[in-house]
C-alpha cells in the first residue's frame, strides 16, 4: 500500500524551530511532488510549499518564505519540512502530501494530490 506518515510535530515557543518528517511506504517519493499543507483551527486546508520530483521548490504561501525549507532525502525515501523563526499564526495540523507526477509546477491543489499523511499537530506558544 502506497502511505505517507508524517511526525515531528510538537510544542515550541515563537522563534523556535521545528522539523517535520514525511516517511512514505509502497513507493519512491523521488518520483512524485510533494507538498505540505496545513490546516489552522476553523481554517481551510492550506498549501505551504512543494517540492517536484526534480527537487524544485515552490511556495504556496508568502509568509513562510525565508523561513520554511523543503527537502528530500532519497536514500530514507522521506521528505522534510524545516521551519525556523516560527510564528503563532503558523500553529496548525501539517499534513504532506504526494501527487504522481514528475514534472511541472508542484503547487496544485488538494484534490490533485494522490496520497495524503494522517497530519502532526505544530503549536507555537509562549
Known amino acids: 500500500q502506497k502511505q505517507l506518515v508524517e511526525s515531528g510535530g510538537g510544542l515550541v515557543q515563537p522563534g523556535g524551530s521545528l522539523r517535520l518528517s514525511c516517511a512514505a511506504s509502497?513507493?519512491?517519493?523521488?518520483?512524485?511532488?510533494v507538498a505540505w499543507f496545513r490546516q489552522a483551527p476553523g481554517k481551510e486546508r492550506e498549501g505551504v510549499l512543494c517540492?517536484?520530483?526534480?527537487?524544485?521548490?515552490?511556495y504556496y504561501e508568502d509568509s513562510v518564505k525565508g523561513r520554511f525549507t523543503i527537502s528530500r532525502d532519497s536514500a530514507k525515501n522521506m521528505v522534510y519540512l524545516q521551519m525556523n523563526s516560527l510564528k503563532p499564526e503558523d500553529t496548525a495540523v501539517y499534513y504532506c502530501?504526494?501527487?504522481?507526477?514528475?514534472?511541472?509546477?508542484?503547487?496544485?491543489?488538494?484534490?490533485?494530490?494522490?496520497?495524503w499523511g494522517q497530519g502532526t499537530q505544530v503549536t507555537v506558544s509562549s
Open positions: 502530501a504526494a501527487g504522481d507526477w514528475y514534472y511541472g509546477d508542484c503547487r496544485a491543489g488538494r484534490a490533485e494530490y494522490d496520497y
Open positions: 517540492i517536484t520530483g526534480s527537487d524544485t521548490t515552490a
Open positions: 509502497g513507493f519512491s517519493l523521488d518520483y512524485y511532488a
